[in-house]
């Protein structure tokens, strides 16, 4: 199981993320009759359990391991923590032949290995041999602190259950880090207490789901609002401890000054004309409903949320949005006016600054850190914000140049409400613009821009994938759109720079992707490549299929039927001499299988 690259041997064990080593020897660990997991501190009893409960759900049986703390020498397997470890997060997975140890820098490193170590098991059960794993040891730790997931749970609301679902997706992958969009125009999602209407009025919103989300006329009146949700402040602590358990910090985002219709449905007097709207149903662009800067009484209403917020997020980072303001209202505003008067600002650029360096105060004097997306660089930069970096990568470089913390997150590579291949017609509808983002190109961003020198680099936190809902209603959907992008973005963020192959690394994601199957986690699998709507060709055509994927295998047609994995299995390129239909999807081994894609031969 050896492959080279770059001139090292490299092993392909199925460890997704890429471990920075692996060191396999020719022994073999076999588990003993009763397998005991022991672990030396308080803090990894849940760690403990989690790698108890995926041993049962591999053995689709209660598990016959016992978890007991048993101090740091015995067990069969035994979690251990060893602070001379250097890397932040890191650990290290010795399976030798009588024993499992896992040791972390801390207990998150622990939980990562605890991740390797399920990996390497579900590969032994999808080669029928649970009792044993081969000696090996894997050093590991991640490039970047920041390995990221956004949801917007605006756009389409989505709950408890799903977002504990995502923030397992998260901890799979050795992702630590979950954006929670909680705020945008067409949704206000957390329960507020100081502020009721905020869910009362605005978590809910007209339905018309059945219309596309660019033409869903307004909410009229005599119309109710029913479509929408909101997370109460009981469910967000659970949630907050969810994720805690599982080493992911939620970094809660409450959008400020635009992207707020849902807020000022509930209190126009936070508005420049302070006149009542509805919350929109579907898209609202430009985003002209905006906070009024010139009045005071918008930063205490936003103190007072922030306030609650940072009281149920633990969060260092909290993130205020930022972004798309269009400026219309205050420059109509006199209020707004009079405040880039009496502050000296050059225009409305500055009073944007000006509104996110007041709420930067605030936050830093309260010890946390304001992260907002790249527009926050506009009109000047507030003195402690973070900056995340979507509209490309140049935001990133000049908050990075001005020796500021950032977050790559562009939208080129890192938003997964892309198409994720160019078959537009047979993809269920996504964010219409621009290009697809495939599995290949996410694998292939770096988030270190290039230009950086190496001090400036250091201010590259990290990367996250972005998940906007337009065009997302359910949770299976979700999953869809981020798998398996975010499987390779979590190798782009935890690997070593030169470690990333993406032939390798699709060797290793047929195990991950049985394994979310197992789990009952919806995914993406490619459509076949080499089929074109309509050729047409005189005398005869060679067509060749391709599966992007090393595994899996095609399956086809040519009588205008739909394909299943009953259907000829596709192996080498086929003749045609006359019109043709062929229809053809990718099956793997797990009975998945992706879109069919149709093909029309027309001989002239
Ligand atoms: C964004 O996509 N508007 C941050
Ligand atoms: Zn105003």
């Known amino acids: 199981m050896q492959i080279s690259l770059q001139g090292q041997q490299v092993i392909r064990r199925p460890v997704i993320p890429a471990p920075v080593s692996i060191e396999e020897s020719a022994e073999t660990f076999t588990f003993p009759r009763k397998t005991v997991i022991g672990y030396s501190s308080k803090d990894m009893a849940f760690t403990a359990r989690y790698l108890k409960d995926f041993y049962a759900f591999l053995t689709s049986q209660k598990s016959q391991i016992r978890v007991k703390a048993k101090g740091k020498t015995r067990g069969t397997i035994v979690l251990v923590l060893d602070p001379a470890?250097?890397?932040?997060?890191?650990?290290?997975?010795?399976?030798?032949?009588?024993?499992?140890?896992?040791?972390?820098?801390?207990?998150?490193?622990v939980f990562f290995g605890v991740q390797s170590l399920s990996q390497l098991l579900y590969e032994r059960k999808r080669s029928g041999d649970l009792r044993t794993l081969p000696c090996l040891t894997i050093v590991d730790y991640p490039r970047f602190p920041w390995r990221g997931l956004h949801l917007d749970v605006s756009r389409h609301f989505f709950d408890k259950d799903f977002i504990k679902r995502y923030i397992d997706i998260l901890a799979l992958h050795k992702m630590n880090t979950f954006h929670w969009h909680l705020v945008d125009d067409q949704g206000w999602r957390i329960e507020i207490k100081k502020y009721p209407k905020l869910t009362s009025v605005g978590a809910w919103r007209i339905d018309r789901e059945d219309l596309p989300w660019t033409e869903r006329p307004d909410q009229k009146s005599g119309e109710k609002a029913t479509y929408g949700g909101f997370y109460t402040r009981e469910e967000i602590k659970d949630i907050v401890a969810y994720a805690a358990e599982r080493f992911i910090t939620i970094v809660p985002e409450i959008e400020m000054p635009a992207h707020v219709s849902s807020v000022l449905a509930a209190y126009p007097e936070y508005s420049c004309r302070q006149v009542p709207i509805t919350v929109p149903p579907g898209s609202h662009w430009p985003c002209t409903n905006v906070y009024c800067a010139g009045n005071d009484s918008t930063f205490l209403f936003l103190q007072d949320i922030l306030d609650e917020v940072m009281n149920l997020f633990p969060s260092k980072y909290i993130h205020i949005g930022g972004d798309e303001a269009d400026k219309t209202e205050w420059k109509q505003c006199l209020r707004c006016q009079a405040r880039i008067r009496d502050e000296n600002l050059k225009d409305e650029?500055?009073?944007?600054?000006?509104?996110?360096?007041?709420?930067?105060?605030?936050?830093?004097?309260?010890?946390?850190i304001l992260i907002g997306w790249d527009e926050i660089l506009e009109g000047g930069l507030a003195e402690n914000a973070t900056v995340m970096s979507w509209r490309g990568t140049e935001g990133g470089i000049r908050a990075a140049r001005m020796n500021h913390d950032?977050?790559?997150?562009?939208?080129?590579?890192?938003?997964?409400?892309?198409?994720?291949?160019?078959?537009?017609?047979?993809?269920?509808?996504a964010f219409p613009y621009g290009n697809y983002t495939n599995l290949e190109k996410v694998y292939s961003y770096d988030p270190v821009p290039e230009g950086l020198t190496s001090s400036e680099a250091k201010h590259i936190l990290g990367a996250q994938g972005n998940a906007w809902t337009e065009y997302m209603l359910y949770g299976s959907h979700v999953e869809y759109m981020i798998l398996p992008r975010a499987i390779a973005l979590s190798e782009v963020v935890w690997s070593p720079y030169g470690r990333k192959d993406y032939p390798e690394f699709l060797t290793r994601l047929e195990n991950q992707l049985d394994l979310l199957h197992d789990k009952g986690i919806n995914f993406y699998i490619p459509s076949v490549e080499g089929l074109k709507d309509t050729l047409t060709f005189t005398d005869t055509l060679q067509v060749r299929l391709i599966n992007p994927y090393p595994f899996g295998e095609i399956r086809y047609t040519i009588?205008?039927?739909?394909?299943?994995?009953?259907?000829?299995?596709?192996?080498?390129?086929?003749f045609i001499n006359r019109n043709t239909v062929i229809k053809a999807a990718i099956y793997l081994k797990n009975g998945r299988s992706g879109k069919v894609k149709t093909g029309r031969f027309i001989r002239e």
């Open 349 to 368: 650029h500055e009073l944007q600054s000006y509104f996110i360096r007041r709420i930067d105060k605030y936050l830093t004097q309260k010890g946390r």
């Open 406 to 429: 950032v977050v790559m997150t562009p939208e080129s590579h890192c938003y997964f409400d892309r198409y994720q291949s160019p078959d537009r017609d047979i993809e269920p509808r």
């Open 85 to 109: 470890i250097e890397q932040a997060e890191g650990y290290r997975l010795d399976i030798k032949r009588n024993q499992i140890i896992i040791t972390g820098k801390n207990p998150q490193g």
């Open 559 to 574: 009588d205008g039927s739909e394909p299943s994995y009953g259907s000829p299995r596709y192996r080498k390129p086929l």
